[in-house]
């Protein structure tokens, strides 16, 4: 298959390039490069790899990068309240101004597939005594849920597309050569192998995390299933719900001696659980890597020297130089 990754040299997007790659696939990433490129280096060398320097907002762009491809997997965006609410106009322009061209583009030029990449943020706040399903209400409290939720919208009722999935993804854990540590299990691995203490906000509170890897294989996954089952579907991608609690003693089993206070503050209001059981069920994918495996890897990564500077302020969702005017 050839497939398109918009946003491909990103945490999450350069993780799924390569994993398309190692099943065979032929792969084109489209980037702006707001984050640089280095995660893509790998992949030069591969004749299934191709890279085109574009922007989701520019009709052309999308154009050439969609020409011949037979799927679209859609992670270009601003990703978080923080990174967000640097430029929310810039944002917004991203996040969901950019998806009416990308559908129209996509329909334009014969892509058969598309999988939307979004985010269980959307259910906000939700019952603490229930993991909610795709058919719960969303209540998202950021610009980024409110975008997401938005886009979702356009794409569920796209014409033009034969087969259009959207997946919400747990937040997202474990190594990438685009290195994020502004991630909540990252910033942890980080903090207690460079013996700093961990602040944990609003200790009760629920969410739903998923490991990169499975981030990764659950594209594939989509993109071979059965049209049937997939077009214009909503699925929950989640390995592990955890308080940040459960987060800590996590923690604690491969450093016992990390040093952690709670701090009795509420900045990030999200509270939720949410069930991935519509994916396991309908299409036979169910995560393998945990939480726990993220929190090691990443410790084992800092502690070896793999960063020369963890502390980087690249190693988050805020590009370096900032957002652009436009």
Not at 125 to 136: F, I, K, Q, Y
Not at 200 to 216: K, N, Q, S, V
Not at 224 to 231: N, Y
Not at 272 to 291: A, H
């Amino acid at each position: 298959m050839k497939i398109l990754v918009s946003g491909g040299a990103g945490y999450v997007g350069s993780r799924v390039a390569a994993h398309l790659l190692s099943q065979g696939h032929f792969v084109r990433v489209l980037d702006r490069l707001l984050y640089g490129a280095e995660a893509l280096l790998p992949l030069t060398a591969m004749q299934s790899f191709e890279f085109q320097f574009g922007d989701v907002r520019d009709r052309d762009s999308l154009l050439g990068a969609m020409k011949s491809m037979d799927a679209v997997i859609h992670l270009a965006g601003i990703v978080g309240e923080a990174a967000c609410n640097v430029n929310t106009q810039f944002s917004w322009s991203i996040n969901h101004g950019a998806v009416a061209n990308l559908l129209a583009t996509a329909a334009e030029a014969g892509v058969n597939r598309l999988i939307f990449v979004s985010t269980c943020s959307n259910y906000g706040v939700a019952e603490p005594n229930a993991a909610v399903d795709e058919d719960a209400p969303l209540n998202p409290i950021s610009d980024y849920a409110r975008a997401k939720v938005l886009a979702e919208d356009e794409v569920l009722h796209v014409n033009g597309i034969p087969t259009v999935t959207v997946l919400r993804l747990g937040t997202i854990c474990g190594l990438s050569a685009r290195m994020r540590f502004d991630l909540l299990v990252n910033e942890m691995a980080r903090e207690a192998v460079l013996g700093r203490p961990i602040d944990i906000f609003a200790p009760e509170a629920w969410r739903p995390f998923l490991h990169i890897d499975d981030a990764a294989a659950v594209m594939g996954h989509v993109l071979q299933s059965e049209a049937a089952l997939v077009t214009r579907r909503v699925f929950n991608v989640v390995g592990e719900n955890h308080q940040k609690t459960g987060l800590l003693a996590i923690a604690r089993e491969v450093l016992p001696d990390l040093r952690a206070s709670i701090v009795q503050r509420k900045p990030d209001l999200r509270d939720y659980r949410v069930s991935g059981d519509r994916i396991v069920k309908t299409l036979g994918f169910r995560p393998t890597r945990t939480v726990a495996d993220a929190f090691r890897e990443v410790a084992a990564a800092v502690k070896t020297g793999y960063f020369r500077d963890p502390d980087w302020v690249g190693h988050s969702a805020v590009p370096i130089n900032g957002f652009p005017a436009q």
